[in-house]
């Protein structure tokens, strides 16, 4: 689902995401997706065909976002997720999972940066913050909260941030890989130090090869952090959604 950016800043607990069954591609494309799966598995042999949650609409009122979602699978994204894909399906949706993107701030205002792997399958040697996609949960209510943290937990061994100081910014869709992502600001108790001495701990490392550490007011800015280092679109997307983030709450 292609959809303009919002820009805003929604408090985590006043995001709603109900799971309402599963997404299905038509015939031609569910056979398509197969033969797909098996060319992309030859030459990523590690990946993983796991469930993802798609955003199947979305809508704002009185200050709350509202989330509708379905269940799909990642080898259903990889079929459905080229630039081609809806002059030549013009019927069929996409598998559209809905990525999170977080900027986590720390107790000394610096913000965690990552620079992505050189073997990445997407954005290899860019610049990004830290994020993935979310998941389905066994329930119809999806805490994308809780899908934000074991993110952090998961990429950088951060599981100090608070539910009450995280924030949602802004949604927007990436037209490079063809997803709609939502971008959160979130605060961890601990120094950009004891981070990124704490990440090498981290369960998954694959994705991230280096991590930085930002001034919060360069970001903000936009002084050049690691000049002639390519950003990842969701680098640039969150770059701006947090600086109007900030425009907003000081204007209050």
């Known amino acids: ?39 992309f598995l030859a030459g990523h042999p590690a990946a993983f065909d796991g469930r993802l949650l798609r955003m199947a609409a979305y809508g704002i009122e009185s200050g709350r976002l509202n989330i509708t979602a379905n269940s799909t699978c990642f080898s259903a994204y990889v079929v459905t997720r080229h630039a081609g894909f809806a002059e030549e399906h013009p019927q069929t949706k996409r598998a559209d999972p809905l990525g999170l993107t977080v900027v986590l701030i720390t107790a000394d205002q610096q913000v965690i940066v990552t620079k992505r792997s ?75 130090a004891e981070i990124l001495d704490g990440a090498r701990h981290a369960p998954d490392r694959n994705e991230a090869a280096r991590l930085f550490a930002s001034p919060l007011s360069d970001i903000l800015n936009d002084d050049d952090f690691l000049p002639g280092a390519p950003r990842t679109w969701s680098f640039l997307k969150a770059q701006s959604f947090l600086q109007h983030h900030f425009r907003q709450r000081h204007s209050l």
């Open 118 to 192: 050189l073997t990445a399958e997407q954005n290899p040697g860019a610049l990004y913050f830290v994020g993935g996609y979310a998941e389905p949960a066994a329930g119809e209510e999806i805490d994308l909260f809780e899908e934000a943290a074991r993110e952090l937990a998961e990429e950088i061994a951060v599981t100090d941030i608070e539910r009450s100081d995280a924030v949602a910014i802004g949604l927007a869709y990436d037209p490079v890989f063809c997803h709609p992502e939502l971008f959160l600001v979130a605060a961890s108790r601990s120094t950009a």
């Open 1 to 39: 689902m292609m959809l303009a950016d919002e820009a805003f800043s929604i408090p985590v607990d006043q995001i709603h995401c109900r799971l309402a069954g599963e997404f299905k591609l038509s015939e031609m494309v569910e056979a398509e997706r197969k033969s797909g799966w098996d060319r």
